[in-house]
């Protein structure tokens, strides 16, 4: 219920769904139910995991002013650096928690942009290959353009022809983005478009 309504799950659904991008509909149904802020769509997936995932900073913000909880996901990925510090002093588990999906956390700072909370975050424990298979820290940097983390993680171990949930390579979403410079970092450390044994794997399913 909000506000002596009830919301309908095909609504909740839109609405996380909408939150993934599409600002001028989020604005609308937010703006008529106000309780939106805290669902959960019946796949799991909250409108704050959704915004986080897409770097949707405006409707982050819109989404902490009505209520919705914020983690430690969505604290990276909004550079809220001295919170998540706090978060992992309280509980060091928080280096292994996932957003959205199963995101890892240290895919946020990533496609934040914020080399200082994955330097926080790698100290703690976080693994920069954490998702390999759905999606990876540096298959973040290469779907939103972050050429200085990519090269960072590549530094700290981030396996560049790792395959994502779709079995795209880094290399493959940066050129599917017409990112020529993401597409040269990740040559320039081995990076394939296609993983050879993608074929034998998939023929093992």
């Known amino acids: 219920m909000n506000g002596g309504y ?3 799950q095909h609504i909740k659904d839109e609405f996380v769904g909408v939150s993934h991008g599409d600002l001028k509909r989020f604005k609308e149904l937010l703006s008529k139910y106000p309780g939106l802020a805290t669902v959960t ?3 799991g997936e909250t409108p704050i995991e959704a915004a986080a995932q897409m770097v949707q900073r405006e409707m982050i913000e819109m989404l902490l002013a009505a209520g919705a909880p914020l983690d430690i996901c969505t604290a990276a990925v909004m550079g809220m650096e001295d919170l998540v510090k706090a978060m992992l002093d309280d509980d060091p588990g928080l280096k292994d928690a996932t957003g959205a999906h199963g995101i890892p956390v240290m895919y946020f700072p990533v496609v934040g942009g914020y080399q200082s909370i ?3 975050l790698l100290a703690a424990g976080a693994d920069v290959n954490a998702g390999e298979g759905g999606n990876a820290p540096l ?5 939103f353009g972050r050429t200085q983390m990519a090269k960072w ?3 700290h171990g981030a396996n560049v022809n790792g395959a994502d949930y779709e079995g795209k390579t880094p290399l493959k979403i940066a050129l599917a983005h017409g990112d020529e410079e993401m597409a040269r970092i990740l040559r320039e450390h081995g990076g394939v478009e ?5 074929a034998d794997a998939l023929a093992s399913y």
């Open 41 to 43: 769509a019946s796949w």
């Open 118 to 120: 994955a330097e926080i």
């Open 153 to 155: 993680l590549i530094a």
């Open 6 to 8: 009830e919301i309908s």
């Open 139 to 143: 298959h973040g940097a290469a779907m």
């Open 194 to 198: 296609q993983i050879e044994e993608d």
